[in-house]
């Protein structure tokens, strides 16, 4: 791949990416405020700026991989909530959910679009509808591996709010292993061959063979 091409692939992929994490995270503080927690908003994590919100291993890995990665964890206090254990599930699924949404909204405007104006589109719409296929790949990766039970992932925190207190309380005192296990898990391809499956699945159900 020639320098040109991959300036060309990092244009494509760069928008999607930010978007998708941003998003991700601001969904989170936004139920978690909603709920009665204002910390993310006192934080300055209430913010579209996604230099707020990037992590710098899981923006790597986003680049590397096209599916999976991961952000700076919004901060939350759940003793702001009425009722934490049920609250903080609701601010855990936030983020997957709102990238749901952006796939299928991304996947929608491709659909609707790419009739209409592929064979015809110049410089300016390919670009935008390679942007907008991206976009369905990276916010359906995005929910799909934060939604893996380990810690800190979001998935852990649903995991959490539904197994019982004594159960949950000895599963978060994992919790410090959490991140060498996604390292150990993503770099060895172990993570891939477990969630890639599904995420083609879900691109296929949302775009088909448009492309």
Same mark, same amino acid.
């Given at each position: %791949?020639?320098?040109?091409?991959?300036?060309?692939?990092?244009?494509?992929?760069?928008?999607?990416?930010?978007? #998708?994490?941003?998003?991700? $995270?601001?969904?989170?503080?936004?139920?978690?405020?909603?709920?009665?927690?204002?910390?993310?908003?006192?934080?300055?994590?209430?913010?579209? *700026?996604?230099?707020?919100?990037?992590?710098?291993?899981?923006? %790597?890995?986003f680049f590397l991989?096209?599916?999976?990665?991961? #952000?700076?964890?919004?901060?939350?206090?759940?003793?702001?909530?009425?009722?934490?254990? *049920?609250? %903080?599930?609701?601010?855990?699924?936030?983020?997957?959910?709102? *990238?749901?949404?952006l796939a299928v909204?991304? #996947?929608?405007?491709?659909?609707?679009?790419?009739?209409?104006?592929? $064979?015809?589109?110049?410089?300016?719409?390919?670009?935008?509808?390679?942007?907008?296929?991206?976009?369905?790949?990276?916010?359906?990766?995005? #929910?799909?591996?934060?939604?893996?039970?380990?810690?800190?992932?979001?998935?852990?925190?649903?995991? %959490?709010?539904?197994?019982?207190?004594?159960?949950?309380?000895?599963? $978060?005192?994992? $919790?410090?292993?959490?991140?060498?296990?996604?390292?150990?898990?993503?770099?060895?391809?172990?993570t891939g061959r477990?969630?890639?499956?599904?995420?083609?699945?879900?691109?296929?159900?949302?775009?088909?063979?448009?492309?």
């Amino acid at each position: %791949m020639d320098f040109a091409s991959i300036i060309q692939r990092l244009a494509i992929l760069t928008p999607p990416i930010l978007l #998708a994490v941003t998003i991700h $995270e601001m969904a989170h503080g936004w139920v978690a405020y909603r709920l009665g927690d204002p910390t993310a908003k006192l934080m300055g994590r209430f913010s579209l *700026n996604p230099l707020r919100h990037l992590d710098p291993i899981g923006t %790597m890995v986003f680049f590397l991989t096209q599916t999976i990665g991961w #952000a700076k964890p919004v901060p939350v206090n759940p003793s702001y909530f009425k009722n934490p254990r *049920n609250d %903080m599930v609701w601010v855990a699924l936030a983020g997957p959910g709102a *990238n749901i949404l952006l796939a299928v909204l991304s #996947a929608v405007l491709l659909r609707q679009v790419l009739g209409s104006f592929w $064979e015809t589109s110049g410089f300016f719409m390919r670009p935008v509808l390679y942007m907008a296929y991206v976009s369905v790949q990276i916010n359906i990766g995005l #929910a799909v591996f934060n939604l893996l039970p380990i810690p800190p992932l979001d998935g852990s925190k649903v995991l %959490m709010g539904i197994l019982p207190p004594g159960l949950a309380s000895s599963f $978060e005192s994992f $919790e410090r292993y959490g991140f060498l296990l996604i390292l150990v898990l993503v770099f060895t391809g172990v993570t891939g061959r477990v969630i890639v499956p599904l995420i083609l699945y879900m691109n296929k159900l949302l775009l088909g063979t448009v492309l």
